[in-house]
């Protein structure tokens, strides 16, 4: 076995040699890579001149907030709902997210309102907590889902918690999808939660398999539609990760009187969203089969990315007790746990060698990682050659790190 202080000798060595080299490496936020918008190209120019729709009204013109109905059966089809519980937004899910707080603010009032935040979890989500001033408590994730049991408890103690934010399916950052037995659990809070809580289902990874067969994800509407709760759960998605991440479109998916209400909410800032692009989107990915199809030429990019990185974890990381990883079906991210209290550090080490991470505390409420070890890596943006640099750099920064606590 090598002596612990020769290793951290040799890391160190090796660490100032990546910081001589002056790297300049991103693996932050999730983006696709410049290849997998190129699967989309053919966006443009699809409409070839046909704005009418089967109805024969014209995409071109104002109006038809909920989107055309073409997009809203794709949206039916990439959310498990119905085509009239959908709206079809823009190019954001994230946006529709925000609008959809903002409407239900006037109707929480301005009581304390609190949202339960499985961890870790999405930034953005937290970000948008923060911005209306509204409470977040933590709330455990297992491999399964949310830890429904302390849900439940909290949301029967706490009149104030008016909602959740959940990624069902190859959840951000830790890639676990939730079992059916959570789905039917989570379809029912509303039950010991009260009139107006709100499940967040952002399942912005549906279709973002990385295995040819995916984790099927139980539908929460059908379930809370038996329940008599569908007015509680707010589904949300997009192709962000689809076709172009900036000019793709969104779906939200509701109970069809909660639909009413929140379109009647947006009729006041906006007469559409753009529904030539609903309209391309449609023409382009056609259906479910479509969705498939195209995904399996994102998987083909991506899932080498993947591969490279825990390659490089397993080979340079296992067996050392300094970190622990998961290994997603899907989704966009790998989460891994260093050592308690060595995030921070590890993320500043790389940064300095030239290698951006999320921020430390970035996947908890208020950037505040209790234990300060979750680091959210991102594979999907650089290509391989820059990805491989960047791993080495990283693994060689959370070997040293703890070291350097274990032997001072
Ligand atoms: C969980 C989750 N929701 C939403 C988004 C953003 O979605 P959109 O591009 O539709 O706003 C992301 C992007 O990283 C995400 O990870």
Same mark, same amino acid.
């Given at each position: 076995m090598t002596d612990p202080h020769?290793?951290?000798?040799?890391? =160190?060595?090796?660490?100032?040699?990546?910081?001589?080299?002056?790297?300049?490496?991103?693996?932050?936020?999730?983006?696709? #890579?410049?290849? =997998?918008?190129?699967?989309? %190209? *053919?966006?443009?120019?699809?409409?070839?001149?046909?704005?009418?729709?089967?109805?024969?009204? *014209?995409?071109?013109?104002?109006?038809?907030?909920?989107?055309?109905?073409?997009?809203? =059966?794709?949206?039916a089809e990439f959310m498990d709902a119905r085509p009239e519980q959908v709206m079809v937004g823009g190019n954001s899910s994230l946006n529709l997210m925000y609008q959809y707080v903002e409407h239900m603010?006037?109707?929480?009032?301005? %009581?304390?309102?609190?949202?339960?935040?499985?961890?870790?979890?999405?930034?953005?989500?937290?970000?948008?907590?923060?911005?209306?001033?509204?409470?977040?408590? %933590?709330?455990?994730?297992?491999?399964?889902?949310?830890?429904?049991?302390?849900?439940?408890?909290?949301?029967? =103690? *706490? #009149?104030?918690?008016?909602?959740?934010?959940?990624?069902?399916?190859?959840? %951000?950052?830790?890639?676990?999808?939730?079992?059916k037995e959570t789905v039917e659990q989570m379809a029912e809070i509303a039950k010991v939660a009260g009139e107006n809580f709100k499940v967040f289902w952002d399942n912005a990874y549906a279709v973002h398999d990385l295995v040819e067969k995916g984790d099927v994800l139980a539908s929460i509407l059908a379930a809370a539609e038996t329940a008599g709760t569908a007015d509680s759960i707010?589904?949300?998605?997009?192709?962000?990760?689809?076709?172009?991440?900036?000019?793709?479109?969104?779906?939200?998916?509701?109970?069809?009187?909660?639909?009413?209400?929140?379109?009647?909410?947006?009729?006041?800032?906006?007469?559409?969203?753009?529904?030539?692009?609903?309209l391309r989107h449609v023409r382009f990915l056609k259906d479910s089969e479509g969705i498939k199809a195209h995904m399996a030429r994102h998987r083909e990019i991506v899932k080498p990315k993947f591969d490279l990185v825990l390659t490089k974890l397993e080979k340079h990381l296992a067996g050392k007790n300094m970190a622990t990883w998961n290994s997603p079906r899907g989704g966009y991210f790998i989460s891994l746990d260093t050592r308690p209290g060595l995030a921070t550090t590890i993320i500043s080490m790389a940064a300095e060698?030239?290698?951006?991470?999320?921020p430390a505390g970035a996947t908890f409420p208020y950037g505040r990682d209790p234990d300060d070890m979750n680091i959210r890596l991102a594979p999907t943006f650089p290509g391989l050659g820059e990805l491989e640099s960047a791993m080495d750099v990283f693994v060689t920064c959370v070997e040293l790190a703890s070291l350097n606590a274990e032997l001072v």
């Open positions: 020769a290793r951290q000798a040799e890391l =160190q060595a090796l660490f100032d040699s990546y910081v001589d080299a002056g790297l300049k490496l991103d693996l932050t936020r999730g983006k696709p #890579a410049a290849e =997998q918008l190129d699967l989309s %190209n *053919d966006l443009d120019g699809i409409l070839e001149g046909f704005y009418l729709l089967q109805d024969g009204s *014209d995409v071109r013109n104002y109006g038809g907030i909920v989107g055309i109905p073409e997009a809203r =059966q794709l949206g603010m006037s109707i929480w009032g301005t %009581n304390p309102i609190k949202f339960l935040c499985p961890v870790p979890g999405y930034d953005r989500h937290f970000t948008i907590c923060e911005h209306f001033n509204i409470e977040m408590i %933590n709330v455990p994730m297992f491999d399964d889902g949310p830890d429904m049991a302390m849900v439940k408890e909290l949301v029967s =103690q *706490d #009149a104030a918690i008016k909602g959740i934010w959940c990624v069902p399916k190859y959840s %951000n950052p830790t890639g676990n999808t939730y079992s707010v589904m949300l998605g997009s192709t962000s990760k689809v076709t172009f991440a900036g000019a793709g479109i969104s779906f939200l998916a509701t109970s069809i009187s909660r639909l009413k209400a929140f379109e009647e909410f947006l009729s006041d800032q906006m007469i559409g969203f753009d529904k030539v692009n609903q060698a030239g290698v951006k991470l999320t």
